[in-house]
C-alpha cells in the first residue's frame, strides 16, 4: 500500500523565535553585498521564515517523540507494510531539503497502528533538521514504543539536494537506508521476506543495482 502524507492544515506552533531568524537571514543576504538587489530581497526574510517555521521545520510542533495510537482490533498474524509514504525533510548539515518515499514496516505482536498514522509519523519526524540515517531509527523507534510489534523495518529512499545541486553534483543519485530490528533481524527468512515487500525491484532478497 502506498500512501501520500494528507495536506497540513492551519500551522502549528513551532515555539521557534521567528524575531530572530528573520534576522539571520537578512544578515545572510547583507553577506552577499552588492551581489543582488536589496529592493528584491525586502520580503525574503519574513518569507524565508515563515517556510522553516510554518512549512520544512513543521514537525518539532509534534514534541521530541511523536507517538502512534494503537487501535483496539486484535492483530493479525501478518506483517504490516505501509510503501511509499511521500516525506520531505532538511539536511542538518547544509539546510537543504532532500525528499523521497519511506517504506515501513511491522510484524504485530498486539497492537496495530492505523496506516494514516503511521504516514503521519513520518512527516512529523521528517519535517525537522535531519540526517537520514537516524530519521529511519527515530522512525522505528517510535514504532517500538507505541506497539512492541515483533520486528519492525523502515526503508528510505531519497534524494538529497546537498548531493544533486552542490558536491558532486550527481543530479540522479538517491541515498537508500535500511534498518530492521526484531525478528527482521535475527531471522533470515524473515528478514528477506520483509525485504522484498518494502522494495518492489528485489529479488531473492537482494536489491537491484
Same mark, same amino acid.
Given at each position: 500500500?502506498?500512501?501520500? !502524507? ?8 513551532? $515555539?521557534?523565535?521567528? =524575531?530572530?531568524?528573520?534576522? @539571520? ?5 547583507? $553577506?552577499? +553585498?552588492? !551581489? ?22 513543521? $514537525? ?6 511523536? %507517538? ?36 515501513? !514496516? ?44 515483533? @520486528? ?6 531519497? !534524494? ?16 537508500? =537506508?535500511?534498518?530492521?530490528? +526484531?525478528?527482521?533481524?535475527?531471522? @533470515? ?14 529479488? %531473492? ?5
Amino acid at each position: 500500500m502506498s500512501v501520500k !502524507a494528507s495536506s497540513r492544515g492551519p500551522a502549528r506552533r513551532t $515555539g521557534f523565535n521567528r =524575531t530572530k531568524m528573520e534576522q @539571520g537571514i537578512r544578515l545572510f543576504l547583507e $553577506g552577499l +553585498g552588492d !551581489a543582488v538587489s536589496s529592493r528584491d530581497l525586502r520580503e525574503t526574510p519574513k518569507l524565508v521564515a515563515r517556510a522553516f517555521d510554518e512549512e520544512l521545520l513543521s $514537525g518539532y510542533a509534534s514534541g521530541t517523540m511523536p %507517538g502512534l495510537s494503537p487501535l483496539a482490533e486484535a492483530p493479525p498474524d501478518a506483517m504490516v507494510v505501509v510503501r511509499g509514504i511521500r516525506f520531505v525533510s532538511v539536511c542538518r548539515h547544509h539546510l537543504l531539503p532532500f525528499q523521497g518515499t519511506a517504506s515501513v !514496516a511491522y510484524l504485530p505482536a498486539r497492537k496495530l497502528a492505523g496506516f494514516s498514522s503511521m504516514a503521519r509519523l513520518v512527516e512529523a519526524l521528517a519535517r525537522r533538521l535531519q540526517i537520514q540515517e537516524e530519521l529511519s531509527e527515530q522512525i522505528l523507534d517510535a514504532l517500538e514504543k507505541a506497539l512492541a510489534p515483533r @520486528g519492525c523495518a523502515c526503508l528510505l529512499e531519497a !534524494a538529497h539536494q546537498c548531493m544533486t545541486c552542490r558536491g558532486a553534483n550527481q543530479r540522479s543519485s538517491r541515498v537508500a =537506508t535500511l534498518r530492521l530490528r +526484531g525478528i527482521f533481524e535475527k531471522n @533470515g527468512a524473515r528478514r528477506r521476506e520483509v525485504v522484498a515487500l518494502l522494495h518492489p525491484s528485489v529479488n %531473492g532478497g537482494r536489491m537491484s543495482r
